[in-house]
């Protein structure tokens, strides 16, 4: 993958550096706004439409960032730019962190790893593509999560009565006594070990 960083000193090393390869640090600031937006509409920054505003917009990055020396300073200003159109993902070499989202927060702490573990095999579901599976599964954590009691009992949460939980089933309910009873869910860890049959 890319690994150019951007660090605070607006140092950096590879991509970055290279799309202002052969610009003139100290020219004029016309000319830096210029080269700023030529390198902005080239990795698709958001930056207006109308040339007039973009060019101002960048003219007020490139002369906020300046080296030492007098000269300015691309990269920092590049950087600076990204950072007030949000668009930080789109520098070169950015990592783009894809957040997973969290299973829900088990009323009652003891049954977490239990929520957790339905929460995994829906995403792992939803991976093979069998989205009626994950939709139990996330039924069950759902419902697994908003329990205020230690659960104990699968066949007791998946059986007709007072305990029955709403969505889950005689299957799901199999799967949280082979949970309580070992740690673990069998088709879990084949998921994990890459098993997907």
């Not at 640090?25 to 830096?32: H, I, K, R, V």
């Not at 957040?99 to 792992?124: I, S, T």
């Amino acid at each position: 993958g890319k690994t150019a960083q951007i660090t605070e000193s607006g140092k950096s090393e590879g991509k970055v550096a290279d799309l202002f390869k052969g610009m003139d640090p100290n020219c004029s600031p016309l000319e830096a706004a210029t080269n700023l937006l030529k390198v902005a509409r080239e990795l698709a920054f958001p930056v207006p439409e109308d040339e007039r505003h973009a060019r101002i917009r960048c003219g007020q990055m490139v002369m906020g960032n300046k080296n030492d020396g007098g000269g300015f300073n691309f990269n920092k200003a590049l950087k600076a730019l990204a950072d007030e159109l949000q668009c930080m993902d789109k520098l070169p070499g950015a990592k783009v962190v894809k957040k997973k989202r969290a299973a829900p927060e088990a009323m009652c702490g003891d049954n977490q790893r239990l929520v957790d573990a339905f929460w995994d095999l829906r995403e792992f579901e939803f991976k093979r593509m069998d989205k009626m599976k994950a939709i139990a599964y996330l039924k069950v954590a759902k419902a697994l999560a908003a329990v205020n009691y230690k659960i104990d009992s699968g066949k007791k949460v998946s059986t007709k009565g007072k305990h029955k939980l709403p969505g889950v089933g005689k299957a799901s309910g199999d799967k949280i006594d082979e949970f309580l009873s070992t740690g673990k869910i069998e088709r879990l860890e084949r998921f994990r070990r890459g098993d997907f049959s």
